[in-house]
């Protein structure tokens, strides 16, 4: 337990290849800890290398089959790799696990726009907002999908409910309006147009997530998340990226270990 606690110690100081080292050696004394193949994973997902991850995480569902977090993690590193339909399959894990999980709705409803499937985005932001009204960015991301279907009246009423909890609308410029009405091939009523240029006043406060074993780090910047039809979904569930350049759940130093060894 030594051994993988200070290579956790040593991963949320950014020193990976220590904490690899450390957790090597924790495998070695104990196959069965979980906790370390976990943080492993972790490990090599931050460096970019997801296979490894997959492999570790992989290893920790064999060990502890119920550790509901895990899935959500392998997923976003399978999505990492473009193999969205494994993603999807890892975050309805996560949900059959723990049907309350609202990050995993939220992540999955990510990956169904990456397919383009909008019924289903629509079905997991709604979701998201039954289990945390009161989060901003999902209600713009809903109003999103809903002007994909060109449904005004709903994505007006998002749009209002992500300005009322902070958001800042597009956070872009009139120009990702042009490129968002070429994306859906129709021009967007004026007044739409206008709410996705004007800006709120504050940012948005995080909701409650469980912790989670990895963030993304500078290292997987090239692997960044950008939803295709636009620039300006909001990617995230913490509301902290701009501040901690999170792409991959909460951060390190912030790391749970599942169960005690």
Known sequence: EA????????SGKYEFDRAIKDCDKAIQLNPEAANAYLIRGNIYANKGEFDCAITDFTKAIELQPDAVDVYVIRAKAYK????????????SRAIELDSDYAEAYHERGNAYVLKGDFD??????????????????????????????????????????????GINSFRNEPQNVVNFEK???VKLPKDIATMLTQR???????????NQPFEDHAAMSA?????????????????????D???FGVRVALFTVISPE
């Not at 051994?3 to 040593?10: I, K, L, S, T």
């Not at 109003?143 to 300005?163: F, G, I, P, Y």
Request: charged share 20%; proline share 6%; net charge neutral.
């Open 3 to 10: 051994y993988y606690c200070r290579g956790n110690a040593y």
């Open 80 to 91: 990492a790799k473009g193999n969205i339909d494994t993603a999807i399959a890892n975050y």
């Open 120 to 165: 289903h985005v629509l079905e997991d932001y709604t979701k998201v907002l039954e289990l945390e009204p009161d989060f901003g960015p999902v209600y713009y991301n809903r109003a999103l999908a809903w002007l994909q279907k060109h449904e005004w009246d709903k994505a007006r009423a998002d749009l209002v409910s992500a300005r009322n909890c």
């Open 183 to 185: 994306s859906i091939g």
């Open 200 to 210: 709120a006043g504050q940012t948005q406060t995080p909701p409650k997530v469980k």
């Open 223 to 243: 692997q960044q998340e950008v939803l295709p039809t636009s620039p300006m979904w909001i990617n995230q569930f913490q509301g902290q990226r701009e501040q």
């Open 245 to 247: 350049a999170l792409q």
